[in-house]
């Protein structure tokens, strides 16, 4: 074999393996493409699943969702949904039409169970509460509170009010959190998302004093700056305020010792800008008149006044 004829078979052969490589890219463009413009059938709530509600064929069905939108984790057929002989349930409300995910049901066979609702490191904690101290009914499951524990301190002086834990997450309220026409109605116990060492405060808590929870706005940082109120501190003027700044005020001054300093000037400020009542400037006394009398004497073209007596 001469040095013309190795070459023209290698160049062949690199030919060869183009053609392979650039007819692989081809096809599988062409089958993404097709992949990607298709759909797949998709389980979705047929009914509105609240927590605990089994999870039955005639509630699912299957819609087509695109290839590119298809939600990690979601169900293509009823054999992955609901296996043979082992039920399902509902752990978090899933919608009409939401696809059913596996972070928002039970593992094959299992019921519903609050634990599986827990992060790792974290606890259910419930405490009790009444229509007053639980908002009335208004505070809903995934909602985040304040815990608030008024007591009366071991020296037996007045009765205090204390910040117990901020921004935690509410579980359960009771044992439903609303009646059949959709209105809020009072609990009896909250359940409550908290650390462990926030499960033993909750528990001192509620044997030393009384729990009240307060609805926070969703999002809403912790406030740095929390007080404990007394008696002294049920009063209004233009003194009583002005101790700890807002959590707005913190943020505006930029920390803490800022907030308060900053909050302690526009106090003050404000109370030298109040108006003060007009006082009138004091009259100046009259000079005491004098009781004395004078004589004019002229001599020649010149004349002096001369006072005599007194």
């Known amino acids: 074999m001469n040095r013309q004829t190795v070459i023209a078979l290698g160049v062949a052969v690199l030919l060869g393996l183009l053609a392979v490589f650039l007819a692989n890219s081809f096809l599988s463009k062409t089958q993404r493409k097709a992949y990607e413009g298709g759909t797949t059938k998709v389980a979705v709530a047929a009914a509105p699943l609240a927590f605990g509600t089994d999870i039955t064929p005639d509630k699912v069905r299957f819609v087509d969702y695109p290839n590119t939108s298809i939600p990690p984790g979601a169900f293509t057929n009823a054999a992955q949904l ?8 509902a752990l978090l409300p899933i919608a009409v039409n939401e696809p059913i995910l596996p972070n928002k049901i039970s593992r094959e066979g299992e019921g519903a169970s609050m634990s599986s609702l827990l992060p790792d490191g974290m606890r259910a904690a ?11 009914g208004f505070i809903q499951p995934n909602d985040s509170v304040d815990v608030l524990i008024t007591r009366q301190p071991p020296d037996g002086s007045q009765e205090v009010t204390d910040v117990l834990l901020q921004n935690v997450h509410v579980l359960a309220m009771g044992a439903v959190a609303k009646d059949s026409n959709g209105q809020p109605i009072p609990a009896r116990t909250a359940t409550l998302e908290v650390a462990p060492i926030d499960a033993q405060k909750l528990a001192l808590g509620e044997a030393a004093g009384s729990l009240s929870l307060v609805l926070r706005k969703p999002g809403e940082p912790s406030n740095p700056v929390v007080e404990t109120v007394s008696m002294n501190d049920l009063r209004y003027n233009m003194y009583g ?3 700890y700044p807002a959590p707005a005020v913190v943020g505006g001054f930029g920390n803490l010792t800022n907030a308060i300093g900053g909050a302690m000037n526009r106090t003050s400020e404000t109370i030298a800008a109040r108006p ?7 009259k100046a006394k009259a000079a005491p008149a004098d009781t004395g009398k004078q004589i004019e004497i002229y001599r020649g073209t ?4 001369i006072k005599v007596g007194g």
């Open 126 to 136: 419930t405490v009790r509460i009444n229509d007053v101290s639980g908002v009335a």
């Open 241 to 243: 305020g002005a101790r």
């Open 302 to 305: 010149k004349s002096d006044q």
């Open 276 to 282: 003060r009542p007009h006082r009138a400037a004091p």
């Open 82 to 89: 609901l296996p043979a002989g082992k039920k399902r349930v």
